[in-house]
């Protein structure tokens, strides 16, 4: 029987806010990330989420549970749904990387091309080991666990390339934006009998 994943992102933190790239910094959730994530209640309820696994980062582990509280769900944590490692662009807003590392570096690291998967800031991991570590975390879960619609607590940057990866096969793929705002779920399979995972539909669920 297939598993249902839904991936969604932490609630706002300061370092959002102020454009600032937190990495694995462990910045707890501000006062509107904690209204973003009590807003997660409902739609996690609707598509009936049974648990949660959760990057071991505070501001992830805070949105599962504001938005689970109500629900009771069991929540698990795993360092390998962690936000990039950025090595020393860490803590630098955008403005900053920019200038210190180059433009042309921060495009490469956003990109959605094959040809910039190894690209990564100085001391960082790239998007290719990001991306591995992920898919490794989710699929250790998925492969014990008897739940069959999970709610996964992660972060921006593991969900833009996780859905992209699952996007490749599609036409103009490329050219796909994927949003990432505080609060948003995407819908993913999992098949138990190939260990894989797809992207049945591009519905992201966003509530304000």
Same mark, same amino acid.
């Given at each position: 029987?297939?598993?249902? &994943?839904?991936?969604?992102?932490?609630?706002?933190?300061?370092?959002?806010?102020?454009?600032?790239?937190?990495?694995?910094?462990?910045?707890?959730?501000?006062?509107?990330?904690?209204?973003?994530?009590?807003?997660?209640?409902?739609?996690?309820?609707?598509?009936?989420?049974?648990?949660?696994?959760?990057?071991?980062?505070?501001?992830? &582990?805070?949105?599962?549970?504001?938005?689970?509280?109500?629900?009771?769900?069991?929540?698990?944590?795993?360092?390998?749904?962690?936000?990039?490692?950025?090595?020393?662009?860490?803590?630098?807003?955008?403005?900053?990387?920019?200038?210190?590392?180059?433009?042309?570096?921060?495009?490469?690291?956003?990109?959605?091309?094959?040809?910039?998967?190894?690209?990564?800031?100085?001391?960082?991991?790239?998007?290719?080991?990001?991306?591995?570590?992920?898919?490794?975390?989710?699929?250790?879960?998925?492969?014990?666990?008897?739940?069959?619609?999970?709610?996964?607590?992660?972060?921006?940057? &593991?969900?833009?390339?996780?859905?992209?990866?699952?996007?490749?096969?599609?036409?103009?793929?490329?050219?796909?934006?994927?949003?990432?705002?505080?609060?948003?779920?995407?819908?993913?399979?999992?098949?138990?009998?190939?260990?894989?995972?797809?992207?049945?539909?591009?519905?992201? &669920?966003?509530?304000?």
């Amino acid at each position: 029987m297939q598993k249902w &994943v839904f991936l969604f992102r932490h609630g706002e933190t300061d370092f959002n806010r102020e454009h600032r790239f937190q990495g694995h910094l462990d910045i707890p959730l501000n006062a509107e990330g904690k209204r973003q994530a009590a807003l997660l209640e409902s739609p996690l309820t609707r598509l009936g989420c049974e648990e949660i696994l959760s990057s071991d980062l505070i501001r992830a &582990v805070e949105t599962a549970q504001i938005a689970t509280q109500p629900l009771g769900l069991k929540i698990y944590t795993h360092k390998g749904l962690r936000e990039a490692y950025l090595g020393e662009a860490q803590g630098l807003t955008t403005a900053e990387i920019a200038t210190q590392f180059g433009e042309s570096l921060v495009a490469k690291w956003r990109s959605p091309f094959a040809t910039d998967a190894d690209v990564s800031y100085p001391g960082g991991e790239t998007g290719k080991e990001v991306l591995a570590r992920v898919l490794s975390a989710m699929q250790e879960h998925l492969s014990v666990t008897s739940a069959n619609r999970i709610g996964v607590a992660t972060h921006g940057g &593991v969900i833009r390339r996780v859905v992209r990866s699952l996007l490749h096969h599609k036409k103009n793929h490329h050219e796909i934006e994927i949003p990432i705002p505080n609060g948003i779920i995407y819908a993913l399979c999992w098949d138990p009998k190939t260990g894989s995972l797809s992207f049945p539909g591009y519905t992201p &669920v966003f509530e304000r």
